[in-house]
């Protein structure tokens, strides 16, 4: 078996995949912990051959991990944020502050659509923009959903949008506070990612396929004008990419991948943003 880790600033996501068949076996999600503890934390490790990991965590976190696999595991493989890497250039000054999901994120969706809008909806959301042949140009960071919420402090932040609510309903005027409050963070983020996407664009002559992940994608993306898919393993398909260990992974394949999102015409999107700002 091959475990998986995304180790996240609130969230540790891993799955176990199976080395013949290439299918994902099982999966889940503990919080991210200053320590792991053999068999509480991760999976039963009796059974992996080889680990991959993400992770933005605190440094100690990682390393804590490591140690922990390196004495149960034979094979150890920890992404890094590049200078290139799989025919994309990393578009930070300093590449090793660019958050290695992002990065992951970056190169699966370059892999799939040859050039990408890529956008993570987790504690954080992050957009990023690699062209195609393989530029990153960098991105944006604005705070997720429930750090939006919390901002306020207004005691509202235990009551969670419902992921299963849609976009009608959270894009009208709320009619209580705790409506306000998460009707006006999710015009935040859904406003956010339409003109962010479309700025780019327009600046780079470019109509680029949208790819979404995280936590938080499904709910958002239902109140997006753009075309686009959800790949909830879409990081899970960058290590894919990296590290390849199955058969199906070294013919390029990655678990989960949709079909790419044929974007609207560069001229719709300029004539779009171009109206929204008469308004």
Known sequence: MILDLDIGNTLTKWRL?????????????????????????????????SVRISSVARRAVLEETVALLYRQVGHVH????????????????????????????????????????????????????????GRHLGGYILPGLRLMKESLKLGTHNVAIDPDSEAEELLVPGRRTVEAVNHGIYMAAVSAINRTYAEVCDIEGVA????????????????????????????????????????????????????????????????????????
């Not at 890094?80 to 090793?96: D, H, K, M, P, Q």
């Not at 390849?244 to 990655?254: C, F, I, N, Q």
């Open 17 to 49: 995949k199976d080395a013949d068949s290439s299918e994902i076996r099982s999966r889940g999600a503990v919080w991210t912990r200053e320590e792991w503890r053999p068999g509480s934390d991760i999976p039963d490790l009796d059974v992996v051959e």
């Open 78 to 133: 920890v992404a890094r944020s590049t200078r290139e890497a799989l025919g994309v250039t990393n578009g930070y000054e300093e590449v090793e502050r660019l958050g290695v999901d992002r990065w992951l994120g970056a190169l699966a969706g370059y892999q799939l659509a040859g050039g990408c809008c890529a956008v993570d909806c987790g504690s954080a959301i992050t957009i990023d923009f690699v062209l195609p042949g």
């Open 208 to 279: 680029l396929p949208l790819l979404m992940t995280g936590g938080d994608a499904r709910v958002i993306s239902r109140g997006l004008q753009v075309p686009h898919a959800v790949w909830p393993d879409m990081v899970y398909g960058g290590l894919e990419a990296c590290f390849p260990l199955t058969a199906a992974e070294r013919a390029g394949k990655m678990s989960g991948a949709p079909k790419v999102p044929a974007p609207v015409a560069l001229e719709k999107i300029r004539a779009g943003l171009a109206f929204s700002m008469l308004l």
